[in-house]
Nanobody, 122 residues
Framework: QVQLVESGGGSVQTGDSLRLSCTLSGRTVGAYAMGWFRQAPGKEEEFVAAITWSGGDIDYLDSLKGRFTISRNSAKNTVYLQMNSLNAEDTAVYYC???????????????WGQGTQVTVSS
């Protein structure tokens, strides 16, 4: 069974950094773009970032550019999200996603992880 498993969430203070990890496990065929969404309390899910299998193409939510960095280790089927200068508005459940293309990873990913909570307090 193919699944995405996230780790690295937690509670931090304003201005702190946090790194999330997500591993795609199981019998996979072909290359997958991977990425992250988040859902804050009372809000809809929001695209955060995505990266192609090779790592050559990356897409970010514009408002997060410069603070968040996505990267991946394709040999390990793992994607990372480095989050810096966190603030209360970053508090959300962060979901790892996977799709065949970068565009699909942003618009319509067909694989979702279970989510990991990130809480930022002042």
């Amino acid at each position: 069974q193919v699944q995405l498993v996230e780790s690295g969430g937690g509670s931090v203070q304003t201005g702190d950094s946090l790194r999330l990890s997500c591993t795609l496990s199981g019998r996979t065929v072909g290359a997958y773009a991977m990425g992250w969404f988040r859902q804050a309390p009372g809000k809809e899910e929001e695209f955060v970032a995505a990266i192609t299998w090779s790592g050559g193409d990356i897409d970010y939510l514009d408002s997060l550019k410069g603070r968040f960095t996505i990267s991946r280790n394709s040999a390990k089927n793992t994607v990372y999200l480095q989050m810096n200068s966190l603030n209360a508005e970053d508090t959300a459940v962060y979901y790892c996603v996977a799709a065949r293309t970068l565009i699909d990873a942003r618009l319509d990913p067909h694989m979702w992880g279970q989510g990991t909570q990130v809480t930022v307090s002042s």
